[in-house]
């Protein structure tokens, strides 16, 4: 009889051995050192649609269609869906198994005859002492999220290219009527150099020159045509169609410039970005890896039941019936220090995912301050193109006047008309460049989340700041600074630290 009690006292020894080797409840480490706002913020309001800015019903057509037809948003939203899935198999550990089983046995001579019989139920059930089931479903929890991410960050990406193509459309089909302009006038100034040459007021190289202008024009279409066909594969592309499907009628002129939104701080503005989010995430998905390592050094206690009967003969099969319950424990004693080893690789992960982290703010703010300070630059570009526009409009009608008057040459006259067939096509180039760098604007601020309902939802799930769970750290600023509260009051995770 002593024998027993002995085994107990052994296993409640090691239990709370076990128990005192636990970590220190969660460190909270300090809030991220963050710019305190971005170099510029406008006036006006920033649209989670962003696209609407452009105040474009066939622009807010195609990026809907695009979002929804898309063949990698599709791929990546089934993949959402699985690790949706998988939250229920991970959640799925922590409730007991029930299993049938019944088998009956014949001699082979006599198939008909049935000499044995049994038929039962069992059970088994791993009771979750120190959190692992738990920091196993919570594990598959973040990597949907993770996987969530990855689905927003497509769509921002799906969404930023159909609006490109459809400015570089826009601009293409601008400089066809410019061009097209351009041509008209050329010729038109051609025939006169071809009168006046006939009359002996020119050179006929002024008529060869003017005929290489044309030609020159001329290539210009020619890339205009190319560059067309080019935007056109790009938005069928992004619609997931065939271009001979796409019969899209896009505007001949640019859009104007939207107001530059209010952009506020930056952990606000950000916070929603689909890298930062993916970021924070990996870590969750760390610190899950790192409980789950904890808890594999502790022991396991697993319940199993089995309720059965078995008899001889099928008639008697139910009349006597028999069950148990066994409880086992296994505990790791001798492993060379395997378990030991992994921890502290996760440890070092997950502070390797805590550089990653602030590396990843501190990249999402100097990309948007990047985006601000070239939408100035090429705003006065703009301007200034335009102004040197209207000066080479006067010179080259006064040249013209000159030159018909036999006051100058014609090569003065040259140079005028290359000086605004070359500026007006740089000003088209500037504004595309300019609207450009406003998508890219948008894409840097934007959370990738286009449900409204769903974009409540993710941002009750991340707080604006949190705490992570860093289960036998060292200092706290030795680690990364992190952005909330979060796990330093969440009493599970208190407990499951302490064991």
Not at 226 to 251: D, M
Not at 458 to 474: E, F, G
Request: hydrophobic fraction near 40%; charged fraction near 20%.
């Amino acid at each position: 009889m002593k024998l027993p009690f002995l085994l107990i006292a052994l296993v409640l020894a090691i239990f709370v051995s076990a128990c005192a080797q636990q970590p220190q409840p969660p460190n909270t480490l300090e809030d991220l050192n963050l710019s305190p706002s971005f170099v510029n913020s406008g006036t006006g309001q920033f649209n989670e649609r962003w696209w609407q800015s452009f105040n474009d019903d066939t622009l807010s057509t195609i990026v809907e269609q695009a979002l929804s037809q898309n063949l990698t948003l599709k791929a990546n939203d089934m993949l959402t869906k699985i690790a949706l899935l998988g939250v229920d198999v991970a959640g799925s550990s922590a409730y007991p198994t029930i299993s049938l089983n019944a088998n009956a046995g014949s001699d082979i001579s006599k198939l008909s005859k049935i000499d044995s019989a049994s038929i039962g139920l069992s059970s088994a059930w791993e009771i979750d002492l120190w959190g692992q089931l738990a920091a196993v479903e919570q594990k598959a929890v973040w990597e949907h999220h993770n996987q969530q991410s990855i689905y927003r960050a497509k769509a921002n990406l799906v969404s930023s290219g159909v609006v490109s193509a459809w400015l570089g459309q826009s601009s293409e089909l601008e400089k066809y009527s410019v061009l097209s302009n351009q041509y008209r006038r050329t010729e038109i100034a051609l025939k006169v150099i071809t009168r006046r040459f006939a009359m002996g007021k020119n050179s006929v190289t002024d008529i060869w020159q003017q005929q290489k202008l044309l030609k020159s024009i001329e290539v210009q279409q020619a890339k205009n045509q190319a560059n067309l066909v080019f935007y056109k594969q790009k938005l069928a592309l992004w619609l997931g169609i065939t271009t001979e499907e796409l019969t899209l009628e896009n505007k001949q002129s640019l859009p104007n410039l939207p107001q530059l939104p209010t952009l506020g701080v930056p952990l606000d503005a950000l916070r929603l970005r689909p890298d930062i989010q993916q970021a924070y995430s990996k870590i969750k998905v760390a610190n899950e890896d790192l409980a789950i390592a904890i808890a594999d050094q502790l022991p396991r206690l697993t319940l199993r039941a089995n309720y059965s009967t078995s008899k001889a003969t099928s008639r008697d099969l139910f009349d006597d019936w028999a069950g148990n319950l066994i409880a086992s424990i296994a505990l790791p004693i001798l492993d060379a220090g395997k378990r030991a080893s992994i921890v502290k690789q996760r440890q070092l992960s997950t502070q390797a995912l805590f550089a990653k982290y602030k590396e990843t703010w501190l990249a999402a703010i100097n990309e948007v301050n990047k985006a601000i300070t070239s939408e100035v630059h090429l705003l006065e570009v703009v301007k200034n193109l335009e102004m040197q526009l209207d000066l080479a409009q006067k010179t080259e009608h006064l040249t013209t006047v000159k030159y018909l008057n036999g006051k100058t040459n014609y090569i003065n006259l040259l140079k005028a008309q290359e000086s605004i067939l070359s500026l007006e096509l740089q000003l088209i180039d500037s504004r595309r460049s300019l609207l450009f760098n406003r998508v890219l604007l948008y894409r840097e601020l934007s959370h990738g989340n286009f449900d409204k309902s769903q974009f409540k939802t993710a941002k009750q799930m991340i707080p604006s700041r949190c705490t992570v769970d860093c289960r036998q750290a060292t200092k706290p600023n030795q680690l990364l600074p992190t952005i909330a509260k979060e796990l330093a009051n969440n009493t599970q995770l208190k407990n499951r630290a302490h064991g």
